[in-house]
């Protein structure tokens, strides 16, 4: 606590002294190091960045981020956005989230505060039940500076004690603690080193005795041994939580082969199961094992195979006797099959759904009435089917989604909600009725709709990239736009981890078309928008067809009039940082502004930093010639060339992020700053009590988020937005 309170005071005295009245920011000195890697040597000017303890590190950072602070807030318009920002804030303050349901008469879920700073768990006995407030995250630890919000929570069977999660500052750990619903109280273990909302969360035993949870044993970001060596440990209420009685994890089960970056996580899929699964690996498919819960009685469990990575499983779900999943090992696009308990066969299972080629299996459930699952086409396109009694039926939606969310009580039950949403719209929850074939609107409360995305237009298109391949592209604007050339364009694009770009209201998308511009999405390669083999094509040695793809939807957009490269603007965040890092290294004369969030921008030297060692499975190790290869292409930092005229670039950074961190973005701005020969700004945001932004609070993100709307319409040419 001394150390925090003397750095608060530090970074204070340093605000307080720094001079903003500069006409550009201070550059940071050069220090070259030279890295070599097999045959290559790479010089690294400002790898001393890189120490983040460092007095004249932080001093640079603060005096970059006070530039950025005082430049942004003269620019016209930003506060008037803000208002407007806040307005819509209040329109949604009833909106849930984290919505769980145990039962029919159990609703569990979260809501912001009215202080916009804290959140609070709420209780409903069914949809249509009284709102009982459990506990207002305000009240936790209110007599510390540090700000804590509930960033996960899992409540017992019985409904009598709830696992809650609370994090600090943006740092995404979580201390849980059981509250008791009855007597209002907190129990008084509390239990560290953990990140539920991230890793595993709670498993809660069927007799509501205790839980199983993953715990982390080094969690400092600067530590070589961050998050690794993680164990799953069973956790009996009011014992010592210090006293780890642990299950799962490569010193108690050396004959696994974990690797020290693995996540040994267990998952129990619901109530009276008879299995629990141990999964090994964190990126990408996974091995699993499995072994009835009674073993969790016994001194050491035995974990048996259940199916490896090659079987490219995508999902699992127990159901009687049968595993039933989703796998992309015969087809890219994914299907479902099952295999039994009594014969486990991952390498000829029973077909349930076959692979189609022009859509995906993106998800599935399992009730009492059947089995129902989705598809997407291109990551945009969304459809819902029902298995039963081997017979496939597509069902009609409530309306046109663009994607579709499942979820259940369990296996055992008959209930089954859909949550859907599109590009213009937030998610709308739905229960469907297998009987009368029909959807009920439920959600918990209303959902709001802008008027400022009445009369939008959306294109699903796909264009041809670099080398042949149809890239599908989202284009989305208010009716009437003409294509002269002279729309101020905002693309965004992601491309890692499988992930799909799928449809949801982005608030960057609301208030860009809000102020007459159009907003677009590039489905590039490295997402998984056409499945496995799209995710492989943007993977490693082939990453760079990820921000290719990105630069030949620029050039589309171009080209057919929707927009010229003086109002052109681009964003993308953590790892998609590599996408739009690299786009405009490779083609700066394209944009007019670009806004990277948190994100991963030296990639030769990601593997040393937080997360480095599990990110290693998507995008490679320096230790490997090919990969190491793979890496420095990636690499926007060290494709930054002197004298180039490069667009004016927005970077944010979080001093407590445990994804990405926060001398990535650093770097990067200093190298530009000192390269650049086109006099825009690069402007450098360096938060100093938050991280990567998942839990932040609602203010925080609406001052950002004015931040990045003004600044790219700044350098876009709106007339209502320029510095004063």
Not at 8 to 25: D, E, G, M, V
Not at 176 to 202: A, M, N, R
Not at 592 to 600: E, K, Q, S, T, Y
Not at 622 to 646: C, G, N, P, R, W
């Amino acid at each position: 606590m001394k150390q925090r309170l003397s750095l608060f005071l530090f970074i204070l005295l340093l605000c307080l002294q720094c001079n903003t009245s500069k006409k550009h920011p201070l550059f940071a000195a050069k220090k070259p190091v030279n890295n070599t890697y097999f045959s290559t040597t790479i010089n690294d000017p400002y790898q001393y960045l890189e120490n983040l303890k460092d007095t004249a590190v932080l001093s640079w950072l603060i005096s970059q981020n006070n530039y950025t602070k005082t430049t942004l807030k003269h620019i016209s318009g930003r506060n008037q956005l803000l208002e407007k920002i806040k307005v819509h804030d209040e329109m949604r303050s009833q909106a849930v989230f984290g919505l769980k349901v145990l039962s029919s008469n159990a609703y569990y879920y979260l809501k912001y505060a009215e202080n916009h700073e804290a959140n609070v768990l709420y209780f409903k006995a069914g949809i249509d039940g009284e709102e009982i407030e459990i506990f207002n995250s305000e009240q936790y630890k209110s007599n510390t500076e540090a700000t804590y919000i509930i960033n996960y929570f899992q409540p017992s069977w019985n409904g009598q004690k709830i696992a809650i999660g609370f994090t600090k500052n943006d740092e995404e750990f979580s201390e849980i603690i059981v509250y008791d619903v009855q007597t209002k109280t907190f129990q008084e273990e509390v239990i560290d080193h953990c990140w539920p909302s991230e890793l595993g969360g709670v498993n809660w035993l069927d007799d509501n005795s205790g839980f199983t949870y993953l715990h982390i044993p080094d969690i400092d970001t600067t530590s070589p041994n961050y998050i690794l060596d993680a164990a799953t440990v069973l956790y009996r209420l009011g014992t010592n939580p210090k006293d780890l009685h642990v299950i799962f994890s490569r010193k108690t089960h050396p004959e696994l082969n974990l690797k020290p970056a693995d996540f040994p996580i267990v998952n129990i899929f619901g109530k009276d199961q008879k299995y629990m699964f141990g999964r090994v690996g964190g990126i990408g498919f996974k091995d699993y094992y499995y072994a009835p819960i009674t073993e969790l009685e016994k001194e050491a469990v035995s974990w048996k195979p259940l199916f490896k990575k090659g079987h490219k499983v995508e999902k699992f779900l127990p159901y009687k006797d049968e595993v039933y999943f989703s796998s992309a090992q015969k087809a890219s696009n994914f299907g479902i099959f099952k295999t039994s308990f009594s014969q486990l066969n991952f390498d000829s299972p029973t077909e349930i759904v076959p692979a189609t080629t022009d859509e995906i299996v993106k998800d599935f459930t399992i009730t009492t009435n059947g089995l129902f699952y989705t598809t997407a086409k291109n990551g945009v396109q969304a459809s819902l089917y029902h298995i039963e009694k081997e017979e496939r039926k597509k069902i009609t939606l409530p309306k046109v989604s663009g994607s579709i969310n499942l979820s259940t009580i369990g296996t055992q039950s008959p209930e089954l909600w859909i949550e859907i949403e599109g590009w213009t719209s937030h998610k709308n929850r739905y229960r469907y009725d297998s009987q009368e074939k029909r959807f009920t609107e439920e959600n918990v409360t209303p959902v709001v709709n802008y008027p400022e995305l009445e009369d939008v237009v959306i294109e699903e298109i796909e264009i041809t990239s670099h080398d042949g391949v149809q890239v599908p592209l989202s284009i989305i604007y208010k009716k009437g736009m003409k294509k002269n050339g002279e729309n101020r364009m905002l693309l965004n694009g992601y491309g890692c981890y499988n992930w799909i770009n799928a449809p949801m209201l982005y608030s960057y998308l609301l208030y860009w078309i809000s102020e007459g511009g159009i907003y677009a999405v590039a489905h590039v390669r490295g997402g998984g928008e056409k499945g496995e083999q799209w995710h492989k094509a943007g993977y490693k040695s082939t990453k760079p067809n990820t921000w290719k793809d990105f630069i030949a939807c620029t050039e589309y957009l171009i080209d057919e009039g929707y927009t010229s490269p003086k109002r052109f603007a681009v964003w993308g965040g953590s790892a998609g940082g590599i996408n739009i890092g690299r786009a405009i290294t490779e083609r700066p004369d394209l944009y007019a502004a670009v806004v990277i969030r948190v994100g991963l921008l030296n990639t030769v030297r990601s593997e040393i930093a937080p997360n480095g060692q599990n990110n290693i499975k998507e995008f490679g190790t320096v230790k490997d010639s090919l990969e190491f290869e793979a890496l420095l292409k990636m690499d926007a930092y060290h494709h930054i060339e002197k004298d180039v005229a490069y667009p004016a670039m927005f970077l944010t950074s979080g001093i407590n992020d445990s994804r990405v961190a926060a001398w990535q973005p650093a770097k990067f701005a200093a190298r530009l700053q000192a390269a650049t020969s086109s006099g825009n700004p690069i402007l450098l945001s360096v938060n100093f009590s938050e991280g990567h932004g998942f839990d932040r609070t609602q203010k925080s993100k609406r001052e950002e988020l004015a931040d990045i709307i003004s600044f790219a319409l700044w350098q876009t040419g709106s007339e209502k937005y320029r510095v004063e």
